[in-house]
């Protein structure tokens, strides 16, 4: 079955950017779309944003000026890029299949940022 | 932004129990409205999308229904395994929304 893998650095400085990569298995990503979240400790989920495999992207309109997401057919990757992090972008990313419900989601990556 | 409201934040309850989660839009989805379970520590787990259907291989204790702007989800008899946070989430617009979570407890 389908299965979703974060990785990327679990620190990154404040103004830096924090880059995620989520690697696919057991299927192709192409014809869907994939989300990522984030989840600060002890708070709810949020929606970062969703890639279509054509490059066609949704961000959240509160985050929109400091992502960027991408894929990568031929390693079956899609990426997140979030420019100037600071301690409230500190928090578990998730990666998910979008069908408009996530139906397959990775184990999450914690991300910290702190100097 | 369609903004969820779920309701209770938080309740008690035995092994056995039937439960009711309720989940409001701020506006009319439809029935674009899927339910999560989250345990500490995992990611979310899908458990009902389009306000009714059960996703495979979830239990059949659990059921979901409504439309428009308000949506429960019930779990007909709780079992030990169920004590954990549920999550609402509307699929009718980006972005992407949530309720705030009810977090179920063993009393």
């Known amino acids: 079955q389908v299965q979703l893998q974060e990785s990327g650095p679990g620190l990154v400085k404040p103004s830096e950017t924090l880059s995620l990569t989520c690697t696919v298995s057991?299927?192709?990503?192409?014809?869907?779309?994939w989300s990522w979240f984030r989840q600060p400790a002890g708070k709810g989920l949020e929606w970062i944003g969703r890639i279509f495999t054509s490059g066609s992207t949704n961000y959240n309109p509160s985050l929109k000026s400091r992502v960027t997401m991408s894929s990568d057919t031929s390693k079956n990757q899609i990426s997140l890029n979030l420019t100037s992090v600071t301690a409230a972008d500190s928090a578990v990313y998730y990666c998910a299949r979008d069908r408009s419900f996530m139906d397959v989601w990775g184990k999450g990556t914690t991300v910290t940022v702190s100097s | 932004d369609i903004q969820m409201t779920q309701s209770p934040s938080s309740l008690s309850a035995s092994v056995g129990d039937r439960i009711t989660i309720t989940c409001r839009a701020s506006r009319n989805i439809g029935r674009s409205l899927n339910w999560y379970q989250q345990k500490p520590g995992k990611a979310p787990n899908l458990l009902i999308y389009a306000a009714s259907s059960l996703q495979s291989g979830v239990p059949s204790s659990f059921s979901g229904s409504g439309s428009g702007t308000e949506f429960t989800l019930t779990i007909s008899s709780l079992q030990h395994e169920d004590f954990a946070t549920y999550y609402c989430?509307?699929?009718?617009?980006?972005?992407?929304?949530f309720g705030q979570g009810t977090k179920v407890d063993i009393k």
């Open positions: 057991g299927g192709s990503i192409s014809h869907y779309y």
């Open positions: 989430q509307q699929s009718y617009g980006t972005p992407w929304t």
